[in-house]
């Protein structure tokens, strides 16, 4: 039986602050390239033993998910000071990657040796090669660091799964002192996947939040050890470089990495050229709206533009669909099936609505039912329930950017009474809409655009018929290519996803 929450929150507290023992379960060392796991490595390297390790660390594995995009300076950190560290006291550090986009392409190997050389930069299938082909920037999802997740932690976990099977392990994570909740939070999802396996998978430990190291101390610990001072290590488009770390630091690297800046927003520029609302920012606004704003990085975005107009383009047809959801109120009186919906099924009901209507038993005390209100008063009724929003991309032009860019002005200007060029309020972009503006939901839209080429065409089965039956209409342009027809589904043998290893030849690494 589950523990109760109190007792639970005493329990992952505990973890925090207990004192390290020598243990005979192998440890896991996640690297991420970053001062506080850097920091954890050299804190083993120098005491093993009181971190629980065997004299030799014969027991400690590092392993660094590849994502493919990180900095350059940040690979150099590692492989100037950190490796010869490793090869000298002959620490076990493994290299994984995505094998591809799909799940059942599996994990790659691209490195596993105690004398390892350099971190690689890259595997088959970057988080970039995801986010260029779907035309997107990374996203939060419910909270959730979708890319992490599927670059990161989907990979550690299923080298694990090969590398230990059964056995328990150690999972070291450099959480420091300012970030014991975030400690606290992955600890009780760890004890949830125990209890789901009925086993320990591993077990969570926390060295820096033991230590009572703060940020500020973990950076002082690598600069006194390594003589260098370490940057923050992330992916070149994180989102959250504009909310965890300073912006003036992200801007400065931008300005001494410029091909990589101009990538990053050749990623930005696609993905709000399909859709307005997508900067690399989201609501707080685009990247390229904050570097315009300084001065110094006029070279950045100057070489931007130079990569725009050296990059093939394409003319994107995307048409849109958002139909009406099903409001928390539905979902709760009417489960996964709603077979008789009510007003309030679509619409969100009002505070006064839940405040008038409100059922009562016979002494007067509220009660627990399903809303009888009849939605007659308009003051009872809110704001129509958004549902998922289908969405179809099909390339229907290829040329340099001058000619694409002018395909989408003739057509608006060919068709004035049923096209209307618009540009956008945060890009710039001009697209030629011809459907007509509509209010309120189902709600769609289309629209052609020109934008750099590389983005796969998609759309969901069923999108064509949905579409006919909302707007009575046809896509307007003739797509160059079908749509790619679905891999076939490899069977599962019920255990984790294929562990594949590349093989070197000198300094390459053969992933075929």
Not at 89 to 111: H, S, T
Not at 181 to 209: F, H, M, V
Request: glycine share 8%; proline share 7%; hydrophobic share 35%.
């Amino acid at each position: 039986m589950p523990l109760p929450a109190r007792t639970r929150t005493a329990v992952h507290a505990a973890r925090l602050a207990r004192p390290a023992v020598r243990r005979k379960r192998p440890t896991v060392l996640t690297w991420g390239l970053g001062a506080d796991s850097t920091a954890e490595i050299l804190m083993f390297l120098n005491d093993p033993v009181a971190h629980g390790l065997e004299p030799d660390m014969s027991d400690l594995v590092i392993v660094h998910a590849v994502t493919g995009d990180e900095f350059s300076d940040s690979l150099s950190f590692a492989d100037r000071l950190v490796l010869p560290l490793l090869r000298a006291w002959r620490v076990r550090l493994v290299q994984v990657c995505r094998g591809g986009p799909r799940d059942a392409d599996g994990v790659l190997v691209l490195d596993d040796s105690r004398a390892p050389r350099r971190i690689h930069a890259a595997g088959p299938w970057r988080l970039s090669d995801e986010l260029r082909t779907a035309g997107t920037v990374p996203m939060l999802a419910s909270g959730q660091r979708r890319c992490s997740i599927r670059f990161k932690g989907w990979v550690l976990d299923t080298w694990a799964a090969h590398e230990f099977g059964t056995e328990t392990f150690r999972r070291v994570i450099g959480y420091h002192a300012d970030e014991t909740g975030r400690a606290l939070k992955d600890s009780a999802i760890q004890d949830e996947l125990n209890t789901a396996a009925g086993r320990i998978i591993c077990e969570p430990d926390y060295p820096l939040i033991r230590a009572g190291m703060a940020r500020a101390a973990v950076e002082r610990y690598v600069l006194d050890n390594l003589g260098e001072m370490i940057l923050k290590s992330h992916c070149t488009m994180c989102p959250f470089t504009g909310v965890c770390s300073s912006r003036d630091l992200y801007e400065e690297r931008l300005r001494a990495h410029p091909a990589e800046a101009a990538r990053v927003l050749r990623m930005e520029y696609i993905s709000l050229a399909l859709n307005e609302r997508m900067s690399l920012y989201g609501p707080s606004g685009s990247l390229h709206q904050r570097l315009a704003e300084d001065g110094r990085n006029r070279p950045v975005l100057d070489a931007f533009q130079a990569d725009l107009e050296q990059t093939p383009y394409a003319v994107y047809e995307v048409r849109r669909i958002t139909g009406l959801g099903r409001t928390k109120d539905c979902r709760r009186w009417h489960g996964k099936d709603c077979t008789e919906p009510k007003w309030w099924c679509t619409q969100q009901r009002k505070p006064r609505c839940r405040r008038v209507h409100v059922i009562v038993d016979q002494d007067g005390a509220p009660v627990d039912a399903e809303p009888h209100c009849l939605g007659d008063d308009k003051r009872c009724r809110g704001a129509q329930q958004k549902g998922p929003t289908w969405r179809s991309v099909r390339t229907v032009y290829e040329a340099p950017r001058e000619r694409a860019e002018g395909f989408v002005t003739r057509f608006a200007e060919r068709y004035p009474e049923r096209a209307r060029l618009v540009a956008g309020e945060t890009s710039g972009i001009r697209r030629a809409h011809y459907l007509p503006e509509s209010e309120g939901l189902p709600h769609a839209e289309a629209f052609i655009v020109a934008a750099p080429a590389g983005v796969a065409d998609k759309q969901r089965p069923g999108f064509e018929e949905r579409w006919t039956e909302h707007t009575g209409a046809r896509p307007v342009f003739r797509p160059l290519r079908d749509l790619p027809k679905p891999a076939p589904r490899r069977r599962s043998a019920g255990g984790p996803a294929p562990l594949h290893r590349a093989k070197a030849a000198g300094n390459v690494a053969l992933t075929a």
